[in-house]
């Protein structure tokens, strides 16, 4: 059986060594605790970008040119901690192989092997969290693996900024960095936040994105959709910002949970994440 490759993309723009992107699958779906589906995300994801047009309008680049090559999925995970272990492993190993790693998950707890490879191996990082919860819990339900603590760990070891928070837990507070986070209320209606976060960040950064960081009238394929978050252009506007200002080490896309015949929030994820790569690489 011949291997997929991104967008359907020519075997030479997907071959292993020449591709400079690499795209890791983390269909991990064990501590969601509402809407379930993350681990179908990846799928959906691909089928999208074979129904995608590769020529980006707005960098006037082919950034596929660039190569994109498809790591081998994860086994199936049992536990979250075996999850984690895997992922920060696996991490560490590609993270010496000089190429731009991106990962799609599966639930945010995917994330926390992932950011803690790269903080580990980028001194002084800036960990950028898109996102509408805090996500800022030591442990949840009994590990400290759970899609409620994603970025606590990060908010320990690495510079971390969070962006268009509008839902967490009271004994979240304890764990956020007021002056770090900026709320979905405070940023509706101004940009001011924009340049604000580029000021507080250092010159490496990792981005990790949850997709319910959109407002769930263009994204409501995610385990818990929020009201009042980001559109679609403000988001790109945003990150195009970040690509340009700072050196984007790499970035995960998480919480896509496909809507059986709906097939929109899956393409919104395919051109956000040849966007991403546009931005990178133009």
Request: proline content about 4%.
């Amino acid at each position: 059986m011949e291997k997929r490759t991104f967008g359907g993309i020519e075997p030479q723009f997907a071959e292993k060594d020449a591709a400079k992107v690499w795209l890791q699958s983390i269909p991990f779906d064990g501590t969601s605790t509402w809407g379930k589906g993350a681990d179908k995300g990846f799928e959906a994801f691909l089928d999208a970008t074979e129904n995608m047009e590769l020529y980006d309008i707005e960098t006037d680049s082919e950034v596929y040119q660039q190569g994109i090559y498809l790591l081998d999925d994860f086994p199936k995970f049992k536990t979250a901690e075996e999850m984690f272990e895997a992922v920060y492993e696996t991490t560490q190993k590609l993270l010496g192989e000089n190429k731009f790693l991106t990962f799609m998950g599966g639930e945010h707890s995917v994330s926390i092997g992932i950011i803690k490879a790269f903080y580990e191996h980028f001194e002084n990082l800036t960990v950028l969290q898109i996102d509408a919860h805090a996500d800022q819990r030591s442990e949840y339900h009994g590990t400290p693996y759970n899609h409620a603590c994603a970025v606590y760990d990060a908010g320990q070891n690495a510079n971390l900024i969070q962006v268009g928070i509008r839902s967490m837990d009271i004994a979240e507070k304890e764990n956020m960095n007021y002056d770090k986070t900026f709320f979905a209320h405070e940023m509706h209606g101004n940009t001011d936040w924009m340049q604000q976060s580029l000021d507080l960040m250092t010159d490496n950064v990792y981005i990790t994105f949850d997709l319910d960081a959109f407002d769930p009238s263009i994204m409501p394929a995610t385990g818990t959709p929020e009201p009042g978050g980001l559109d679609w252009y403000t988001t790109l506007n945003y990150l195009k910002e970040v690509f340009k200002n700072k050196n984007v080490v790499g970035f995960d896309i998480v919480e896509l949970a496909p809507i059986q015949g709906f097939k929109a929030p899956q393409f919104l994820v395919a051109k956000l994440f040849y966007k991403m790569l546009s931005y990178k690489f133009s």
